[in-house]
């Protein structure tokens, strides 16, 4: 089993940054890959960024490519989710991610609780 507990989300004015935190226990963190994902009112879970066991590899959703990096830490077991420029639409909550086989396509075999993230306009 892997626990996965997000943080840092929380209340932001458009063009505003966040910086989001997901901390992993229970198993080898670097052996699994990391993402977020999140899912605004209504809406279904969409992908948002993801990362390879080291880091090598990154990919995003083309709705936040150029504004959001996602980063891991594997000493200290935890992924980062930087946002910049955010816009109304990124209002959601937010999911962190870990999946034992691949980085993408991810179809994580664990999940965070999610954190709220809302942007005002």
């Known amino acids: 089993q892997v626990q996965l507990v997000e943080s840092g989300g929380g209340l932001v004015q458009a063009g505003g940054s966040l910086r989001l935190s997901c901390a992993a226990s229970g198993r080898t963190f670097s052996n699994y890959a990391m993402g977020w994902f999140r899912q605004a009112p209504g809406a279904e879970r969409e992908f948002v960024a993801a990362i390879s066991r080291s880091a090598g590899n990154t990919y995003y959703a083309d709705s936040v490519k150029g504004r959001f990096t996602i980063t891991r830490d594997n000493p200290k077991n935890t992924v980062y989710l930087q946002m910049n420029s955010l816009k109304p639409e990124d209002t959601a909550v937010y999911y962190c991610?870990?999946?034992?086989?691949?980085?993408?396509?991810?179809?994580?075999?664990?999940w965070g609780q999610g954190t709220q993230v809302t942007v005002s306009s």
């Open positions: 991610a870990a999946d034992r086989l691949r980085t993408a396509p991810m179809k994580p075999d664990y």
